[in-house]
């Protein structure tokens, strides 16, 4: 077992030490992703399941892992693929149960089909069993029908368990947390998809679709390493900045129009979320400059909310408050600032949260309150600072102020003093992004 797999193992152990606070022990029972096909008989690429992956670091469909918490100590299994010559001439290596069991650190490894036979086994006399409960029809069939199982045993004196326990409320506030591992995978995904922004920004000129754009990204991934894009990029130009999600980029860009790019890449599983907002042509106009330069203010505003100990809920409110009194001064609202933060009505321009957590997911897992009260920030936390100003156009808007969509996101550890900002290398200031560009 290499040092990354060791990495694995002490997170099994960590859960199962939760397994024994929480109800005293059980089994843990977690699948990785299915295939799935795209068409005929093409799948799309294979990706596992998140806290699969976060378990055990195993990279093949078709794989269980089962913890067991007991009197007599832990046990941590893997069940997956047996070892096949000719699907692996078509399709390329798989581990097997042996190898497998060496290589990522498991006491014992089976074959994927027996799980059904030794589930039940595993189940019996368990006072607990930790499981993604609605992960997947198919997966809650199978928990279904092994609990059944065990309850059948019932006259040879097994007792099936009395708790069903969501195991994601206990690995959800761990994965919140990232460990070293995990960091440096993270630093990595950050420092290809800042190369990535940088050069689709040198690279993009008028009279380019935004796919072309997009493809200059998608190089720049590829060439860094990373196995996939951690969401569908955004590569919006003009009026389609002002769609959130907006997915066609194939629009024609013009002279004059803003691009707001939002991508990034999946590296080793880890997600990075970069977002940044230029001139197509390399210089800003008044009117865009002066969105620009007060969804900036907003965004360093929010970088200095986020330190250890603050709510995560504070960095929103900066967000809101800043760009409220920056509407005002751009007179697109009414003033004062707290009766528009009152009534909503910088809403029209600016309708989304501040950023979310980042990880294994682009949306992460974990909670962001509880029991009513925001998450207070802790070191090893991870999240995006993506403060934005959407201006459809509309007769009561001004000509010059249409159809800007400006949006700036950088992704951002919580260390021990403040924040280390993974994304910092990618252009921002105006006079940056104009140089960058207007590099061409």
Not at 204 to 221: I, K, S
Not at 224 to 241: L, W
Not at 403 to 408: F, L, S, T, W
């Given at each position: 077992?290499?040092?990354?797999?060791?990495?694995?193992?002490?997170?099994?152990?960590?859960?199962?030490?939760?397994?024994?606070?929480?109800?005293?022990?059980?089994?843990?029972?977690?699948p990785t992703a299915p295939e799935v096909i795209r068409n005929r008989d093409s799948h799309y690429p294979y990706r596992s399941d998140s806290y699969f992956h976060y378990l055990t670091g195993f990279p093949e469909p078709e794989a269980v892992?089962?913890?067991?918490?007991?009197?007599?100590?832990?046990?941590?299994?893997?069940?997956?693929?047996?070892?096949?010559?000719?699907?692996?001439?078509?399709?390329?290596?798989?581990?097997?149960?042996?190898?497998?069991?060496?290589?990522?650190?498991?006491?014992?490894?089976?074959?994927?089909?027996?799980?059904?036979?030794?589930?039940?086994?595993?189940?019996?006399?368990?006072?607990?069993?930790?499981?993604?409960?609605?992960?997947?029809?198919?997966?809650?069939?199978?928990?279904?029908?092994?609990?059944?199982?065990?309850?059948?045993?019932?006259?040879?004196?097994?007792?099936?368990?009395?708790?069903?326990?969501?195991?994601?409320?206990?690995?959800?506030?761990?994965?919140?947390?990232?460990?070293?591992?995990?960091?440096?995978?993270?630093?990595?995904?950050?420092?290809?998809?800042?190369?990535?922004?940088?050069?689709?920004?040198?690279?993009?000129?008028?009279?380019?679709?935004?796919?072309?754009?997009?493809?200059?990204?998608?190089?720049?991934?590829?060439?860094?390493?990373?196995?996939?894009?951690?969401?569908?990029?955004?590569?919006?130009?003009?009026?389609?900045a002002c769609v959130l999600h907006y997915r066609d980029n194939n629009r024609l860009m013009g002279d004059g129009e803003l691009l707001l790019i939002d991508a990034g890449c999946e590296y080793q599983g880890y997600a990075s979320d970069i977002?940044?907002?230029?001139?197509?042509?390399?210089?800003?106009?008044?009117?865009?400059?002066?969105?620009?330069?007060?969804?900036?203010?907003?965004?360093?505003?929010?970088?200095?909310?986020?330190?250890?100990?603050?709510?995560?809920?504070?960095?929103?409110?900066?967000?809101?408050?800043?760009?409220?009194?920056?509407?005002?001064?751009?007179?697109?609202?009414?003033?004062?600032?707290?009766?528009?933060?009152?009534?909503?009505?910088?809403?029209?321009?600016?309708?989304?949260?501040?950023?979310?957590?980042?990880?294994?997911?682009?949306?992460d897992a974990g909670l962001y309150q509880v029991k009513g009260e925001s998450v207070t920030l802790k070191p090893g936390m991870v999240l995006t600072v993506e403060p934005g100003c959407y201006i459809r156009g509309a007769d009561d808007i001004?000509?010059?102020?249409?159809?800007?969509?400006?949006?700036?996101?950088?992704?951002?550890?919580?260390?021990?003093?403040?924040?280390?900002?993974?994304?910092?290398?990618?252009?921002?200031?105006?006079?940056?992004?104009?140089?960058?560009?207007?590099?061409?």
């Amino acid at each position: 077992m290499n040092h990354a797999h060791h990495v694995y193992r002490d997170r099994r152990a960590a859960i199962l030490s939760a397994m024994r606070e929480h109800a005293g022990g059980g089994l843990a029972v977690v699948p990785t992703a299915p295939e799935v096909i795209r068409n005929r008989d093409s799948h799309y690429p294979y990706r596992s399941d998140s806290y699969f992956h976060y378990l055990t670091g195993f990279p093949e469909p078709e794989a269980v892992v089962a913890l067991v918490a007991s009197p007599d100590g832990d046990r941590h299994l893997l069940f997956c693929r047996e070892r096949n010559e000719e699907r692996e001439i078509w399709d390329g290596f798989r581990y097997g149960p042996d190898a497998a069991k060496e290589i990522f650190g498991f006491d014992e490894a089976h074959p994927i089909a027996e799980l059904d036979a030794k589930l039940a086994d595993l189940c019996a006399d368990r006072p607990a069993l930790f499981t993604p409960v609605g992960l997947s029809e198919p997966w809650d069939r199978k928990v279904s029908a092994t609990l059944n199982e065990v309850r059948a045993r019932v006259r040879t004196g097994v007792a099936a368990p009395e708790q069903i326990v969501d195991i994601r409320s206990l690995l959800d506030p761990m994965r919140l947390v990232k460990d070293a591992h995990e960091l440096a995978l993270m630093r990595r995904a950050a420092a290809i998809s800042s190369a990535a922004h940088k050069r689709a920004m040198a690279q993009a000129r008028p009279g380019w679709h935004e796919y072309q754009v997009e493809a200059e990204l998608m190089h720049e991934f590829l060439r860094g390493g990373a196995q996939a894009v951690a969401y569908g990029s955004i590569v919006a130009s003009g009026p389609n900045a002002c769609v959130l999600h907006y997915r066609d980029n194939n629009r024609l860009m013009g002279d004059g129009e803003l691009l707001l790019i939002d991508a990034g890449c999946e590296y080793q599983g880890y997600a990075s979320d970069i977002t940044r907002t230029f001139p197509v042509n390399g210089k800003f106009t008044a009117a865009q400059k002066a969105v620009y330069e007060l969804v900036l203010e907003a965004q360093q505003a929010c970088l200095g909310a986020v330190r250890p100990g603050a709510s995560f809920h504070d960095y929103h409110k900066v967000a809101e408050r800043v760009l409220a009194q920056g509407l005002i001064d751009l007179k697109l609202i009414a003033g004062p600032l707290d009766a528009a933060l009152e009534s909503g009505s910088y809403k029209r321009f600016y309708m989304h949260r501040a950023g979310h957590w980042l990880g294994l997911d682009v949306h992460d897992a974990g909670l962001y309150q509880v029991k009513g009260e925001s998450v207070t920030l802790k070191p090893g936390m991870v999240l995006t600072v993506e403060p934005g100003c959407y201006i459809r156009g509309a007769d009561d808007i001004p000509p010059e102020f249409r159809d800007i969509g400006v949006r700036i996101e950088d992704d951002v550890l919580v260390t021990a003093d403040g924040i280390e900002n993974l994304t910092a290398a990618t252009p921002k200031s105006v006079a940056e992004v104009e140089q960058v560009a207007g590099s061409r």
